[in-house]
């Protein structure tokens, strides 16, 4: 079944959006010269732009949006004691089962998830249904021979071997670990943090204390993440190493349910505002919650590969913060003067969570920004035009300046107007080749603008402004170029759509 996916349209689109990726220089398999590490990216000279484009806005629309919202930036490394506290050393595993013959390893609920969605492709939504309770009633139980027997009962067979002489359903820990110093014992063990989010709760009373936090605030960080997923597919979908963006906002206990509901739709708006339609998401709530938190919600985007979680909004009510004050034998209780009953001030406050993978908004991102558009050029013939049709504010270029021709003075008037651009905005200069093929190499980067430098711009100072998705040109005044190109990629344009 496998091999038969290989060849749907939105397997090729998929493999077209990953080539384009290495070969316009957003991403490269990690240590490529030695094939590659599995599940690890590196991002290239233009990822890194969209990718830091990315993240900025999100920090600004987490922090410098709201009054009560600040940010940290805590250590990957942690105190051992964080991740038993936080259940992860006892319960972060995943369900993985081997094939005997290709020694192939899955994960055993994917398994049976992609099963269920070959039932609701193929319209057998009923079967798919089913088949998704079955898997989650033995998930509840953790009946780890019930999944095998149910991977055996739908006949699944492994994608190399085509076989189904599989190994028993065991857990797997994702959590890296190091050892710190240089004495090897139990003691100096570390673990690579498999979320941002411990960092956050453990620094929660410094933050409150010393910024003299109210309740409700927000604590928002960026930082790496590890986790040795054991399914590495789907490009930077699942990775090993990999950037989440989270947001811890402390509650009164009780008002979580309101704050809950503040950040699902904020949330949700924030993507469209990046330029995802708002049919490309929907929120998958969670029927089975976690045993600490009392409701949670994916965001979930229409990928090539089907709908899959881009983000994660979790009510974790005062679970963590009480482990923590558990373990570390430290009060993590907040004092509000503003509650009256005086036996109810103090407190440990709910925690409403959201989490998204800056990789996987990358990856949300590029795959709506590929934009093939087929049409009929001056001379009658069908022409395909591939650009990314990124937001101007993410564009990791924002204007590409060129000369018509490279004599007759040319190159140095587009040299000034280079000059005068540079300072404000992403800018390249660019005096190779034709013009027609340096456009199409800015369209291929999503580049919103073109500036182009004739005959005519010696005489009365003006250029030609291609606009990239109509690839419509208008003749500008060289002094009007600043402010038109900045009012489009003005991370205004964003907020607003946010308020
Ligand atoms: N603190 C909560 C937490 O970590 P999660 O659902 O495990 O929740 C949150 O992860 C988000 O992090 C996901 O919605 C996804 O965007 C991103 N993410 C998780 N695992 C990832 C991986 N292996 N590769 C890339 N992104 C990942």
Redesign the pocket.
């Known amino acids: 079944m496998a091999k038969k996916e290989k060849n749907t349209p939105e397997n090729i689109q998929f493999q077209k959006i990953i080539s384009h990726a290495k070969e316009y220089g957003f991403v490269f398999p990690s240590s490529e010269v030695y094939d590659g590490l599995q599940a690890v990216y590196d991002y290239g000279q233009n990822g890194v732009q969209l990718k830091n484009n990315l993240k900025q806005i999100w920090w600004k629309a987490m922090t410098q949006l709201h009054e009560n919202v600040v940010g940290i930036d805590a250590a990957i490394f942690m105190h051992p004691t964080v991740w038993k506290a936080s259940g992860h050393v006892d319960s972060f595993n995943d369900p993985m089962i081997d094939n005997k013959d290709s020694k192939k390893r899955y994960r055993a609920d994917v398994l049976v998830e992609n099963r269920a969605a070959e039932y609701a492709k193929n319209g057998e939504n009923d079967r798919s249904e089913a088949l998704l309770q079955k898997l989650g009633k033995l998930q509840e139980e953790e009946n780890l021979d019930g999944i095998r027997d149910l991977i055996i009962e739908e006949n699944i067979v492994c994608a190399v071997s085509e076989t189904a002489n599989w190994t028993e359903v065991r857990q797997f820990n994702l959590m890296f670990a190091t050892e710190i110093g240089s004495v090897s014992d139990d003691a100096s063990k570390v673990y690579l943090r498999p ?1 941002t ?1 411990q960092g956050i709760f453990v620094n929660f009373l410094n933050v409150q204390q010393t910024g003299r936090m109210k309740v409700p605030f927000g604590i928002a960080q960026i930082g790496k ?1 590890f ?1 040795n ?1 054991i399914v590495a597919r789907q490009f ?5 190493e ?1 950037e ?1 963006m ?1 947001m811890q906002y402390f509650v009164r206990p009780g008002e979580e349910k309101e704050s809950y509901d503040y950040w699902k739709a904020t949330r949700i708006k924030f993507l469209e505002a990046l330029g995802i339609p708002a049919d490309k998401l929907r929120f998958h709530d969670h029927i089975k919650l976690a045993h600490y938190a009392n409701a949670a919600a ?1 965001i979930e985007f229409e990928f090539p590969f089907g709908w899959k ?4 909004i ?1 009510s974790r009510t005062d679970f963590d913060l009480t482990k923590h004050q558990e373990f570390s034998k430290k009060k993590m209780q907040y004092f509000d003067e503003e509650v009256e009953d005086k036996d109810k001030k103090r407190y440990i406050p709910y925690v409403v ?1 959201t ?3 800056a ?2 908004l990358f990856l949300a991102i590029l795959c709506q920004a590929y934009t093939e558009d087929t049409g009929v050029d001056a001379k009658g013939q069908e022409k395909t035009r591939l650009y990314l049709r990124l937001h101007p504010v993410l564009a990791p270029t924002k204007v590409a300046v060129f000369p018509l021709v490279k004599k007759d003075g040319l190159p140095e008037k587009a040299k000034e107007v280079f000059e005068l651009l540079r300072y404000d905005f992403e800018t390249v200069y660019e005096d190779r080749g034709a013009i027609g093929k340096n456009y199409t190499r800015q369209d291929l980067v999503g580049t919103p603008f073109c500036i182009t430098v004739d005959h005519q711009t010696l005489e009365d100072n003006t250029v030609t402004l291609r606009h990239r998705d109509s690839t419509e040109q208008e003749r500008l005044n060289i002094s009007d170029l600043r402010v038109k190109i900045g009012e489009a990629v003005s991370l205004k344009n964003i907020f607003k759509a946010l308020r």
């Open positions: 979320e989010a993440a986790r997923e930077i979908f699942r990775m090993r990999f989440q989270e994916d979680e881009l983000e994660g979790h969570e989490s998204i993978g990789d996987r």
